[in-house]
């Protein structure tokens, strides 16, 4: 339990009523925070470290099974460290480095996390800066904007494989092209292979992810230009900036904060993307698409192997973990990022 | 009402922007909501199309390019009746299930990070810290806990209940949960609760008849983030489910494998499970707003 230093358990000779309400509260602090802190620890803190030692063991779906087995018909040593069915090593870990499927899903997550940071921020700080401005029907585009957010990401996928489907005849997207190369006169109808080509099918998944979070982006960016004061902006145009001088030198340095904040915490969603491939390319064409936490699930689930799912498991949480501390470091380094 | 949208008018009308500039506007805007609204209006037609009018199409304006049909939506609500309402509610139960117990132990843990002092001695932890490692939670890549809420839950025999999508969820939606919390009561003065205790109400009392009906409108935030995230969620719901308690996101990720891709019920389906959310969503927008900007933007 944590330890109160701030009201240490004396009397403080007070009248009645403070005693209660100091009494009361010196409990009071514990219950109201307590659940939160219970539920963490046991769900949150525990896995993480558990996972930490069955990454240090060959623990194999069915291992425990074959263990109480082994025991219920006597054996006397049992299967494994203690009877358990498994046993330690650290053999996952040199695995790790000969593994080129899990090296190729890191770099198809970072491209993810990169470039899906990069487009998502573009254009939400686009439409946030449009959005900004007064125009008719304003609260109902805004309104209209933010639809995609609250779409399940597994309906969005299937959405998006309607669009990016390559046959004319079914696709919309695929129509238009269609259409629009006919209207060019090009002797190549464009035509692109969106999950079956190498190259095009992270495009996809990107695009897919994109629209449906930029609309996240537009939303805070927005609150944040909403909280700049306008007398700046007329200070600046009394001095005769121009419309990208303001957005460039007043806009921009100001949301600098907060534009930290949302690719932060968009870049760590973007770790955890998973449905969208499922639904869409499974992983292929080979391994292209396929995420960390797809392979670490495939791993875990499809393969039963929990050890090694574990340590990559933690090749994930490390990389977060880089990519938290830097952002943290140089948003501190240049100013204003809140951390509390 | 009147008022508002005559001062909203004016101020339209006051900012004299050059031509080219209110037109570029407009055509971004429109622009926009036609890549937001047409994937949902794919998805409404195709939901009306027969399988023919979806394979040989593409057809876009219903009456004129195809005879829409509403065979689907009666299989669904028909021949798939109980499928779908076992799914469905599997769905609204954890959802609403979590949403409870995330708004209860939010709206806790955030008042006591608000108004008591804590210090963790042997971390050397004092609230600022305890509330940063407690939303630093909340970005833990969630293929962490695969593994090993595979095997609580099998020792505990949580997979495939209620109870045990219940509190996956409300574990996820927590630390969000307190972060709103916290930031809401920082900015609830503590005046009223202090006059209520002096007239011998308990810190209890106090919290229950005073701060948690002033801050409403953050219970409505946390409870909207917590049911979107419970009803959207896909991978824990794909790992711990098995039949009884597969929610909306697994079943439609499904359709993949059990039946061949049918993109007419597909779509059915989808809106199914989309168009009560972002209903909800549209109706309480504000409170979104003002969720998601709690912390990340000052005032």
């Known amino acids: 339990m944590p330890r109160d230093l701030n009201h240490p358990p004396v009397d403080t000779g007070g009248p009645r009523g403070v005693d209660r309400v100091v009494n009361e509260d010196r409990i009071m602090k514990r219950v109201f925070l307590s659940p939160a802190v219970v539920i963490l620890l046991a769900l949150s803190i525990f896995p993480l470290l558990w996972s930490l030692g069955i990454s240090f063991t060959d623990m194999q779906r069915g291992g425990s099974t074959i263990a109480r087995q082994a025991a219920a018909e006597g054996i006397e040593s049992g299967v494994g460290f203690l009877g358990l069915g498994f046993e330690l090593t650290g053999r996952n870990y040199e695995r790790l480095l000969g593994d080129t499927r899990l090296h190729s899903t890191v770099r198809n997550t970072m491209i993810y996390v990169f470039f899906g940071v990069c487009i998502q921020y573009s254009i939400g700080l686009g439409l946030a800066t449009v959005l900004n401005q007064p125009f008719r029907g304003r609260n109902i585009v805004r309104v209209i904007f933010l639809m995609p957010m609250m779409m399940t990401p597994v309906a969005a996928a299937y959405t998006g494989r309607m669009f990016f489907d390559s046959n004319p005849l079914r696709s919309p997207l695929a129509h238009f092209f269609r259409e629009l190369s006919k209207a060019l006169q090009l002797e190549n109808n464009i035509s692109i292979p969106w999950f079956t080509d190498l190259g095009w099918a992270p495009v996809a998944i990107l695009i897919i992810d994109a629209w449906q979070w930029i609309p996240f982006m537009t939303l805070i960016l927005l609150a944040g230009m909403q909280a700049i004061p306008e007398d700046i902006y007329e200070a600046a145009r009394v001095d005769g900036a121009n419309v990208a001088q303001i957005f460039a030198r007043i806009t921009l340095p100001i949301l600098l904060p907060i534009s930290l904040t949302v690719i932060l915490i968009r870049g760590l969603e973007i770790f955890k993307i998973i449905d969208v491939i499922v639904v869409t390319t499974g992983g292929g064409p080979g391994s292209a698409t396929e995420s960390l936490t797809l392979y670490i699930f495939e791993q875990a689930l499809s393969n039963g192997n929990y050890g090694y799912a574990s340590a990559i498991a933690y090749v994930l949480l490390v990389l977060v973990i880089i990519f938290a501390t830097l952002f943290l470091a140089t948003g501190r380094r240049l100013g204003g990022l809140r951390t509390d | ?299």
């Open chain 2, 1 to 299: 009402m009147a008022n508002k949208a005559k001062a909203k008018r004016r101020s339209w009308r006051s900012s004299r922007r050059p031509l080219w500039q209110s037109a570029l506007l407009y055509a971004i805007v429109v622009f926009w909501c036609f890549i937001v609204l047409f994937p949902f209006y794919w998805l409404g037609t195709t939901s009306l199309k027969r399988p023919i009018d979806v394979s040989r199409g593409p057809k876009y304006i219903p009456y004129r390019d195809f005879q829409p049909i509403p065979d689907h939506w009666d299989e669904m609500f028909g021949s798939q009746r109980e499928s779908t309402e076992r799914h469905f509610r599997n769905s609204l139960i954890s959802a609403i299930g979590s949403t409870i117990l995330s708004v209860i132990i939010g709206a806790m843990a955030g008042y006591g990070l608000s108004r008591f002092r804590y210090f963790w001695g042997r971390l050397g932890w004092d609230n600022d810290n305890i509330a940063f490692w407690i939303i630093s939670q909340r970005f833990l890549p969630p293929a962490i806990f695969i593994v090993p809420f595979l095997l609580l839950y099998n020792f505990f025999g949580l997979v495939d209940t209620y109870p045990g999508l219940i509190l996956a969820y409300t574990m996820f939606n927590i630390p969000f949960a307190v972060w709103i919390m916290r930031d809401f009561f920082d900015g609830l003065p503590v005046d009223l609760e202090e006059s209520a205790r002096v007239d011998g109400a308990t810190r209890w009392q106090a919290f229950m008849r005073i701060v948690l009906p002033l801050s409403a409108p953050g219970l409505v935030a946390v409870a909207i983030f917590s049911f979107i995230f419970a009803w959207n969620e896909y991978l824990f719901a794909l790992m711990l489910t098995n039949y009884q308690a597969i929610t909306m996101p697994v079943l439609i990720a499904g359709q993949n494998n059990t039946r061949g891709i049918e993109w007419w019920f597909i779509s059915a389906l989808t809106l199914m499970a989309v168009v009560p959310v972002i209903i909800m969503g549209l109706l309480l927008e504000r409170f979104i707003t003002r969720g998601l900007t709690a912390g990340a933007v000052k005032g």
